[in-house]
Structures are given as C-alpha cells and as structure tokens.
C-alpha cells in the first residue's frame, strides 16, 4: 500500500490495519451473538431508505474508519440473517468462516480467473476444486468444469453445452431461426424455473419445454417422459436433452437418475441433473441408492454457496466430457495474448462458460473442503437431514400441525387449528390455504424464525429447509412453538381472513 496522502483511494499501513482487526473483531462478536439478533427485522424498504439517507453522491471523502463504522451499523442492524440457526426459507445456508477470510484473501489478490496467464496459482486452484467436488457427490474426478454465480447460470452454462453437443451440427453458424428443428428439453413439473427462463432467453420459446407430470412418489413420471419423447420424435421434433432433479426446490425429492440415464442412451439425448440444491447429499454412504445414476449425467449443476456452506456466490457446472464447453463457448480474438505452453496448452475458463472476467471463486469453496474434510461434511449434512426429519415428526404428531413431505432437508407442514374451520370440505381447504399463506407472512417479517412456501396438490404449505450448521434440536422446538402460536393468533383475530 502506498502512504496516505498519495492518492485519494490509499489506505496507508497502520490505518489498515487498524480498521481491518477492528471490522474482524465486529464480525467475530456478530457470530458469537447471532441466535440472539432477529431473523430480521421485517424493515420496509421506505423505513430503510430513510435510516439509509438520501443524500447525494459525496462530493468530498468520507474518512475511512467512519465509512466502515456506518456499513457495519447497517448491515448488522438492519439485514435478514441467513446465518441465524433459525433461518429455513428458500435455500440459503450461513457462510462458513473461513469462506469469509477466503474471500478477503482473494479480493486482495484480486484475480481474473478468465486466463490461465492473469491467474496462475488461481486457476490451479479452481481446477482442483472442480475435480474434489466432482469425487465429493461420487461421479469420476475426469469430469471438467467451472464455477459460476449460481443455480441458474450453472444451469444454463450446461444448457447451451447440450445444445451445442445434440443440437443441428450448423446451429453456431445458422443460428435456431434458420434450424428446420425444433429442439425440445424434458423436465419434472416440480423443476426450477431457470428451465423456462433459459428457453425463452437462449431462443428457443415457452413451448419447447415439455413438463413431465410426477408421479404418486412427486418424481418425474418416467413412463410418461419416454412416451412423449416419442411421440415428439413422431411430430418431426428434435428431443435434445432431459433435465433430471436431485433434489426439488419445494420438498427435495430426487428423481429416478437411473432410469433417465437409460432413456437419454436409448434416444442419444443430453442428460442433465440440476443437483444445485440435493447433489451433496450424495456423499451420505445411507443415501447411495437415492443418487443412483448421477455418474451417467453429462453434466451436473450444484451450488457450494447452499448445502457446503460457502458465501455467496458459487455455484458450479460439472460436465463429464469437457470438451463440450469449450465447443460452446471457445473464442479465440487477436488481441487475446493467452499463452499455450503448459506441455500443450493452459486451462484459459473463459472458453469454459459465460464469463469473460472472473472473481476468485473457488478459493472459498478449497479452503472450506480442505477445514471439514469429507468426514465434517457427511456428519454436517447428516445433521441438517436428521433435524429436517425431527421437523417433520414433531408436526406430525403436534394436534394442530399436519406433516405433509419430508425429503433430504427440507420438511413441509401446515397449520390446522383444532376449532374454527369451515364444515365445508372445499371452503375448508380455501380458508387454510388462505390462513397459512397469512401465518408465513406474519413469520417472516416477525424475525422469530424465517419459513418459505411450497404448493403440494394444491395445499398451502410452510416449508423448512434445512442447511444450516448453526441449527439444532432446540430450534425445533422453538419453531413448532412459534408456528402454533402465531398461527392461532391469526386464526382468532375477527376478520383476518
């Protein structure tokens, strides 16, 4: 670091330090006292404007310790925790510590991880992070890949891969308006929405997307998939590629990968497991049988920021040939200078996905499989299953609880008061769609516990998913506590619904 005074942004020696131990102490004080801070505080956005301020851009500087000072009063203060053992919506666990001083380390050195050349050591790490995630959920290490932002773009990063790899040979050169085929993906009902959004954003249209019906077990109805990938083949359609879950978002089912994988040999289709959420599951020895069929993916979409625990963002595409993403992303302009001497050629990931510049993400992610071990990370997500499943049976037997799905980590349930409901079946069902809807609403701006939604056979449902270190058997109970509570409540009030 160059001395005060030599330019506006330096930050000279001393001061650093200073301000950095004392934002470490901040941050360690903070995780030591997180259970005792809200879930949130249910802020709105206009309350938050105005503890924010409207002033206009800074025309002057700020000294430094005091910007530091303001941003951890605001971040601290007024954030929803995901971090906090009480917190199960959508899937988003705590970041582990060393993620975060991974991630300081790794702003300092500041690498573009596009060019072997620009981020030597970087790369190195990457690539080896790639090949450990690969043995952590049990497919062969030679699978190559890439780490991304997320859940969607490691999906699509695999999406355009299949295209390329089953697609019209001329598709690069002609482009989809110019293609005879009307290429088609096949999915679950239940699959996440990236599949939609990377159909209408890649060109191909709402309407290339077949949604397979589930079957009584909510997996993907299989007998279904292979007639109406034949009856597309019938209509002069192109299937290209199917999309397998492991791991549902709303209540973590995985489908039958086994069975998938046969269908995809038998029709030459791409298979693609979007595991962001379940995939590290795999690494339970009792779960072997679940994933079945995941070492016949040809790619293979998981997300180190949800169930290992890494700080946002990382996610990641694995992909059994990695060929195939370089066919589909590989350029080579002049005035890129990359070098091609490492006994051939250097790994360059820009021409392994989307990105051109990329941040360090895979430091985080080495570091953390390097601190648990594949031990810490079986007993961990152990753990997170065996309170998802406490969840579950605690609502099944509590009067006013009904247990509804309860797959890897995630449990669903609902709240039916004992008094009060309709006689009505129908009008029944309404008023407790209605009444749960109002319940998780009231949850998650009230910061005692954080729940999210799912619709299972049209039933409004609380749904709690589990991958948080921080959790434990008393927060269960807490919540089963908070949920009847705050349900009755609501139900009791005159006119609430």
């Known amino acids: 670091m160059g001395k005060k005074g030599e330019t506006p942004i330096a930050i000279d020696k001393e001061e650093f330090k200073q301000i950095g131990y004392r934002l470490i102490d901040t941050i360690a004080q903070f995780y030591d006292d997180i259970e005792n801070y809200p879930v949130t ?4 956005p206009i309350q938050l404007q105005d503890i924010l301020g409207t002033s206009t851009l800074p025309e002057h500087a700020t000294p430094t310790e ?25 899937i988003t666990s705590p970041p582990a510590p060393i993620g975060v001083l991974a991630d300081m380390l790794a702003s300092a050195v500041n690498q573009n991880v596009g060019a072997q050349i620009l981020s030597p050591m970087a790369t ?6 790639i090949k450990w995630l690969a043995e952590f959920i049990g497919v062969s290490p030679s699978y190559g890949g890439i780490l991304v932002s997320g859940g969607n773009m490691a999906n699509f990063t695999a999406f355009l891969a299949a295209r390329t790899a089953k697609g019209p040979s001329n598709l690069k050169e002609n482009g989809l308006l110019n293609s005879n085929a009307k290429l088609i993906a096949y999915c679950s009902k239940t699959t996440h929405t990236w599949v939609e959004k990377a159909a209408i954003l890649f060109g191909h249209g709402s309407k290339s997307i077949r949604w397979i019906p589930t079957d009584p077990n909510n997996k993907m109805n299989n ?5 109406t990938i034949r009856q597309d083949l019938k209509d002069g359609n192109q299937p290209f590629m199917v999309i397998g879950t492991a791991g549902d978002v709303s209540t973590g089912v995985v489908d039958n990968l ?8 038998a029709h030459d289709l791409w298979f693609h497991i979007d595991g962001a959420y379940g995939a590290p599951a795999a690494i339970i020895p009792g779960l072997k049988s679940l994933f079945e069929g995941i070492e016949e993916a040809d790619s293979i979409a998981l997300d180190p920021h949800k169930w290992l625990y890494a700080p946002l963002e990382a996610g990641c595409t694995l992909v059994k040939n990695p060929k195939h993403l370089t066919d589909t992303y590989s350029s080579h302009p002049e005035y890129y200078n990359f070098s091609k001497d490492e006994e051939g050629k250097s790994m360059n990931f820009y021409e392994y996905g989307l990105q051109n510049s990329r941040g360090f993400r895979a430091l985080k992610v080495w570091m953390a499989l390097q601190q648990v071990g594949r031990q810490g990370y079986r007993k961990m997500i152990s753990e997170d299953i065996a309170l998802s499943e406490s969840l579950f049976e605690h609502a099944k037997n509590h009067p006013e609880l009904e247990a509804i799905t309860q797959n890897l980590s995630i449990a669903t349930f609902r709240f039916v008061p004992k008094k009060g409901l309709p006689n009505n079946q129908k009008e029944q ?3 407790l769609n209605t009444l749960n809807e109002k ?15 799912a619709i299972i056979n049209e039933l409004y449902c609380l749904r709690a998913c589990i991958v948080n270190f921080r959790t434990s058997q008393k927060d269960i109970k807490a919540i089963i506590a908070i949920v009847v509570h705050e349900g009755n409540r609501i139900h009791q009030e005159p006119h609430t619904i």
């Open 41 to 44: 505080k249910g802020e709105s």
């Open 66 to 90: 005091e910007i530091v000072t303001r941003a951890s009063d605001l971040l601290l203060n007024h954030s929803l925790f995901n971090g906090h053992p009480k917190f199960m919506g959508y």
């Open 124 to 129: 190195e790490i990457e690539k080896q992070t």
């Open 223 to 227: 007998e279904i998939l292979s007639q």
């Open 258 to 265: 086994t069975e998938i994988a046969s269908l995809c040999k």
């Open 429 to 431: 069902i309404t008023y």
């Open 439 to 453: 319940l998780l609403d009231s949850l998650q701006k009230g910061g005692q516990v954080f729940l999210s939604n």
